[in-house]
Every structure is written in C-alpha cells, then in structure tokens.
C-alpha cells in the first residue's frame, strides 16, 4: 500500500511539473506573450512571398513555426528572417521575447 501511495505521489509530481513547463509563457487568462509579440511583429513586416504564413495566433506553441527557434525549455530565442524579402518596421512587443538571443 505504502509503495502505491508513493507512486502516485511521484505521478502527481511529475504532472504538475509538466503542467508548470507548458504553461510557462502563458497568462492568467491563457494567452501566450511570446504567441502576441510574434503576431504583432508579423503584422508589422510586409511579406511578399508568406513566407510567415504558419504564424498562427490561435497557437499556444510557437516553436514549430518556420523561422522561430526556441530554447530547450521552450522558450522563443531566436528568430531567422535573412533573405526573405520582408520589410517594415520591428514592433515593440520585441521586448516581450525576454529569451530571443539573436535576429
């Protein structure tokens, strides 16, 4: 009995680790920051070829997006624009990537 106990409680641990890693960048009402900043820095560029077409404000996870590179804890920390031809202006919410190394 003691040794279940122990599992579950180690299955609990392990949960809610899990749940603190996905939920990291989120809000209180479930918004990711590093989803917001991105879209707005999209919404700032002019791109004539889509090539930031995957960029999806409904997606809570922005490291499967064509040129976002995260951290391996799944934070944004680079983002690799060269060479597409894309214009305008960077957005402020820049700032809001407090883990992007590089541009």
């Known amino acids: 009995m003691e040794a279940r106990c122990f599992r579950l ?3 609990g ?5 899990l749940m ?5 960048t989120l809000s209180p009402s479930g918004v990711n920051y590093e989803v917001v900043a991105l879209m707005a820095i ?10 930031l077409e995957n960029w999806d404000s409904n997606s809570v996870d922005p490291c499967s997006w064509r040129m976002v590179t995260c951290s391996a804890d799944g934070f944004v920390s680079a983002l690799g624009l060269p060479s ?10 820049i ?5 992007l190394q590089s541009v």
Do not use: C, M, R
């Not at 641990?13 to 680790?17: E, H, N, R, Y």
């Not at 999209?42 to 090539?51: E, G, I, M, Q, R």
């Open 20 to 24: 603190e890693f996905s939920f990291a």
């Open 9 to 11: 409680w180690k299955v």
């Open 13 to 17: 641990i392990l949960i809610l680790a």
């Open 42 to 51: 999209k919404n700032a560029l002019h791109d004539p070829y889509n090539v």
């Open 95 to 99: 700032g809001n990537l407090s883990n």
């Open 84 to 93: 597409q031809s894309l214009s305008g202006t960077l957005s402020p919410l």
